[in-house]
């Protein structure tokens, strides 16, 4: 299986490490230690580390494992889930009675437009990987399982009707192919395609599905609506489906976003990319133990991604021409994105309100870790919306399913623009009484309108995490309790925590007594002080790893699930040694600014090593024509864009392309030694012992253990 992933619909990270593959190739070339081995060997992937790791927000959830069976009510799977217990099932089964679950406008809205969809849709990577196979999902039907909450449950039979939709005349979706939506509209020439999904695997079988029930069009126009990757890394399987030249199709985004497609979190990569394999729940099996949806949308694909240029940046809220059709745009920069616009169809009367408002409680702090949103801006953004909005008769969005009526577009629009607000304004209100971030979590409460309002709930982000987003966005990481200021770390304190209680034995039979009692909670917290005191305790381990499968049953929160499960899994199953497929990367590596790199290594410089180091290195990229000068002192590494430096220690005299397939590894040794691409000046040795002070940071780490 190919794992890795870089993506989200939240953000993209692409973070890259040169040091490592460049410290192997010098090594390798100069002292004649050459193993083509390692290049061509078929295990590269697991290499691949060494080299370099990128990865994107969207974390690409890689199938897991199928695990349909039968569940006993009093035997964990296959896997280790355990049933859920008396307390998750009498807390699921109460959320029947606080929801309007007898309102089926959802489903009848998912369902509206139906023309047809793929009796097995399958779609596998080159490598012939399954990267999306919805037939995993066909257990998602039904009363929920004790095991799931009955809120998420719902959001993820809505998210498993898929297929191709009628919007109205002239607008159609494709929908549930993809962790997002494909919006084709129809053009005077040819389609006009909006968001190519997230992988060119997706994109591809999406469009010929699409030429195939409405009858073959050339691709005349691709709108990227915003910077995040499961919006646009699918375009290259989109033109390959298209059958036009790329060169007469006119590709539309919003200002900044090839800056934001490409650099967004860069530089914190390998830790994203670990930690959205928790939020995206990639190493779990799909089953009602298991992920059961993102939220958001079914699944995270993981193929091939890609990225095209604009030939049509939008700056401003103005009117545009497109292939014959008028488009009203609104930039939203800042608000779910940080370049998005949406857009009004007045022909039509249909607003695309792209991901600033979904069919979800959207993500001011997403969990695989980012920048916080600014709660204020968005739901401002969303507030303009309703303004200028008011003609529409039709919504349709980058996820999830359309609004009719005016009406229902208005009070869709409100509740979202609340739900932020409320939350920002509360949040603020408490922080200003004094009270922490877990007590703001702990404390605030959703209006009662809101709280019943299907599309405001937090299938992908939550009141209580959103809350603390919005304290960090205030006053950042500190509480002001002194004892926060200067804490000794977990390994240290949990030691201390569990002598002081008796032991891990006697931390074990109070941690059960409160299990027994349903306070996961406290179980969890207890037997984390064990497990870090001792992370070979395996009762301690296996009895956290059960009180986070209760947690994670009775969350509503797909990404909660998914953490919450995944880390049982890795308790029970150990850290998962992850690898990225960077050849699936090239695409928009080569649109990312060389200067991201260069910030990267600088990060990547293991300090102490560096103590009293100094060297001058330029890399030259021959084609680009443009040389970067990279100086270490005081252990820092910087860059700049200069002249060859005459006095530097090396020089690095390479073409673009091939230090990005020198990054990603797909250049093998013996093509780099006969390039003409690549030269090196200077001294040698110092070049190496440069790039042995950077770090190889792998983005494998445990996270439930020490
Ligand atoms: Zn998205």
Redesign the pocket.
Known sequence: MINGLLT???TVVVFITTNGYMNMFIKKNLTTLIQNTIYNNSNLKKRLPLAVIASAS?LLAACGPNANETLSSTKPDQYGFTPASEYTVELNNAVLGQLPFENKQDFTDANRGFIATLPEFVVKYSDGETIMDLSDYDFVNGQAPDSVNPSLWRQAKLNNINGLFKVTAGIYQIRGFD??NMTVIEGKTGWIIV?PLTTAETAKKALDFVNKQLGYRPVSTIVFT?S?M??FGGVAGLLEAAGNDVADIEVVAPGGFMEAATNENIIAGPAMTKRASYMYGNLLPRSARGHVDAG??KAVPFGTFSILTPTLTVNSDETKIIDGVEFEFQIVSGS?APSEFTFYLPKMKAYCGA?MV?KTMHNLYTLRGAQVRDAVVWSKSIDAAIETQKDAEIYFG??HWPVWGQENINEFLVTQRDTYQYIHDQSVRMLNAGLTPKEIAEEIEMPPELAKTFSSRGYYGTAKHNAKAVYQAYLGWYDANPVNLDPLPEYESAAKYVKLMGGAKAVIINAQAAYDKGEYRWSAELLNHVVFADADNDAAKELLASSYDQLGYQAESAPWRDVYLSGAYELRHGAADKVIDLASMKAILLQTPVDKFFESMAARVIGPDAFGEEFTLNINFTDLEQNYVLTLNNAVLRHKLAPKDAAANATLNINHELFIDLVIGVAGVSEVLLSDDLSIEGSTLGLISFFSLLDQPEGVFNIVTP
Do not use: I, K, T, V
């Open positions: 989200s619909c939240d969207l962790l997002a968001d915003h995040h499961d919006h958001l949308g779910e991901e979904s980058s996820h």
